[in-house]
């Protein structure tokens, strides 16, 4: 299907290349769940037409309060939800190519190297660190997204959720303290106020939102006002999203825990 | 054979801000781009550049029938680096308009007797070439499979904003 040069004169606004720096850049989704299956449609409106999507789950029927674009008869077909991811991007963009990876980006690291933008949509600290790593050791921005519902005795539970963009040669998660020793222990031993993973559609819909809005700043340049990494908190119960406190409080100077001397691939040296 | 260069944002705004600068004797400014090597296929390339570094005055040879000369300081600056971190080396230079930039008559017949001598000591690197406009790029690199020299398939900075310079 052909569209029009005006498809997208709703969104001129983001500048006159914006849509040929939309369509170029490849864009990889780690993770096609609630947030993931949230970014790819966003992205699949607004033009862009080069996705690497990489999650080996298949849709069950406790997904369905949030997967965008699952239905109950692809919970009957246990169907992969980077299928579902497709269906709904080449149904919005028939001219976008989606290389499927059913399975953990770990095990096609090679495929993740050629993105220009990735979307870390992954559960759990020590998850989020391994891809950040990868990211950096190959010049990649990364845009992670994720929430968390916290119970506490006596109160009502409070969603908290969080956008981070880290962009190499930057503070990294771990610099910005999102990720730290007693996150990850914490996760080790299993730690957790309300069962596996609590999710809802309408705060990964906020989560997503912003970090689409994130990337496609970082690609046009629309705002000119992006300028350094973005820790952003999500509050569930009053609806807001303010920058995290910590960015006020970073070391200065490079971030020591990705050198970026240390990037390509290993080398393999005899002694 | 391809391969594809992605700049860290710094590293391209270091070369633009060391190679606007007027010299003593030079009309254009050169510098090196160091990079490390991934794999994206056994045939496909990707070029990492992480660091600048500026040639220094003194390494510039008055030569007015080229934009700019260096002398072989400046080479073996760049071959000890190689030595010394292991980095691939790209030769870069400004040309100072919009859209596409092209390589000179010059930068064509001497760029391969540059690049062979940065693959003496660093074979398992890649090493080439790139030029860069205000908006655009064009490079020219050998990877250790290919001692050819061969185009660069995309250039993209890292920074904010990301730039698509070639694709």
């Known amino acids: 299907m052909n569209f029009s040069p005006d498809s997208f004169s709703r969104q001129s606004f983001l500048g006159p290349n914006s849509q040929a720096q939309i369509e170029n850049c490849v864009v990889g989704v780690a993770g096609l769940g609630g947030g993931g299956s949230h970014i790819v449609q966003q992205l699949a409106h607004l033009g862009f037409l080069k996705f690497v999507l990489f999650d080996r789950d298949r849709i069950e029927a406790s997904n369905l309060n949030r997967l965008i674009g699952g239905t109950a008869e692809d919970v009957s077909n246990h169907r992969l939800k980077i299928e579902i991811a497709q269906r709904l991007i080449v149904g919005i963009r028939p001219a976008a190519e989606v290389e499927m990876i059913a399975d953990i980006w770990q095990n096609c690291a090679d495929v993740l190297k050629r993105c220009d933008v990735i979307f870390g949509c992954v559960d759990g600290f020590d998850q989020r660190r391994q891809l950040e790593s990868t990211a950096r050791r190959y010049l990649i921005p990364l845009i992670d997204i994720g929430m968390d519902v916290l119970v506490v005795e006596g109160s009502p539970p409070e969603i908290s959720g969080q956008v981070i963009l880290s962009m190499p040669g930057e503070p990294c998660m771990t610099c910005m303290g999102f990720l730290n020793d007693h996150s990850l222990a914490r996760e080790a031993a299993r730690y957790g106020d309300a069962g596996i993973n609590p999710q809802v559609v309408w705060s990964n819909g906020v989560l997503a939102s912003t970090a689409v809005g994130l990337a496609v700043d970082l690609v046009t340049d629309w705002s000119k006002s992006l300028r350094k990494r973005a820790y952003l908190c999500y509050r569930g119960s009053t609806g807001t999203l303010t920058p995290h406190v910590r960015l006020d409080y970073l070391p200065p100077g490079p971030c020591p825990h990705h050198p970026t001397d240390g990037v390509g691939d290993p080398h393999l040296r005899l002694l | ?167």
């Open chain 2, 1 to 167: 054979m391809k391969a594809d260069i992605r700049l860290l944002g710094s590293v391209y705004a270091a070369a633009i801000a060391d190679l606007s600068r007027p010299h003593p004797v030079a009309a254009e400014r050169v510098g090196f781009i160091s990079v490390a090597l991934g794999k994206l296929s056994p045939n496909h390339f990707l070029l990492l550049g992480h660091g600048y570094t500026a040639v220094p005055d003194a390494h510039y040879l008055d030569y007015p029938r080229a934009g700019a000369c260096i002398g072989p300081d400046a080479i073996r600056a760049a071959m000890q680096r190689i030595l010394d971190t292991g980095a691939g080396q790209l030769h870069v230079h400004l040309h100072d308009h919009s859209g596409r930039p092209r390589p000179s008559r010059t930068d064509l017949r001497d760029m391969p007797a540059l690049v062979k001598s940065l693959n003496v000591v660093g074979p398992a690197c890649a090493h080439g070439a790139i030029i860069l406009s205000s908006d655009r790029a064009w490079a020219q690199v050998t990877v250790p499979d290919s001692r050819q020299l061969f185009d660069a398939s995309a250039v993209t900075v890292v920074g904010f904003p990301l730039l698509f310079l070639n694709r």
